[in-house]
């Protein structure tokens, strides 16, 4: 069982980049798949989530308008759009998935089962 995330890498402010999250020895079907990530002293902080289904998402408010989380369960991949990229963006950025995740605990790490390795994101001119 396992995820992981690539995609990352360089841009300038303003630019785009797009995350994947493949998952490796389980259907991702069942899964809640969200993104968290961490920059240097800071803690790991929720990102975007995507239910099951692919029907419902969840952004924090720095990110709305701006990033947008997307699944293919056929393809066991989810992703990361993020277009109009600021420097405090810069992050290590993970994937998780979460069998049990609900609503309400949707932005909590300790909520999902399996993360992926981490993918560095540096906005910088």
């Known amino acids: 069982v396992q995820l992981q995330a690539y995609g990352g890498g360089l841009v300038q402010p303003g630019g785009s980049l797009r995350l994947s999250c493949a998952a490796s020895?389980?259907?991702?079907?069942?899964?809640?798949i969200a993104w968290f990530r961490q920059s240097a002293g800071k803690e790991r902080e929720f990102v975007a989530a995507?239910?099951?289904?692919?029907?419902?998402?969840y952004y924090t408010d720095s990110v709305k308008g701006r990033f947008t989380i997307s699944r293919d369960n056929a393809k066991r991949t989810a992703y990361l759009q993020m277009n109009r990229l600021q420097p405090e963006d810069t992050a290590v950025y993970y994937c998780?998935?979460?069998?049990?995740?609900?609503?309400?605990?949707?932005?909590?790490?300790?909520?999902?089962?399996?993360w992926g390795q981490g993918t560095q994101v540096t906005v910088s001119s």
């Open positions: 020895g389980f259907a991702l079907d069942y899964y809640a």
């Open positions: 995507i239910a099951r289904s692919g029907g419902a998402t």
């Open positions: 998780a998935a979460g069998a049990r995740v609900i609503t309400s605990s949707l932005r909590v790490p300790t909520a999902y089962d399996y």
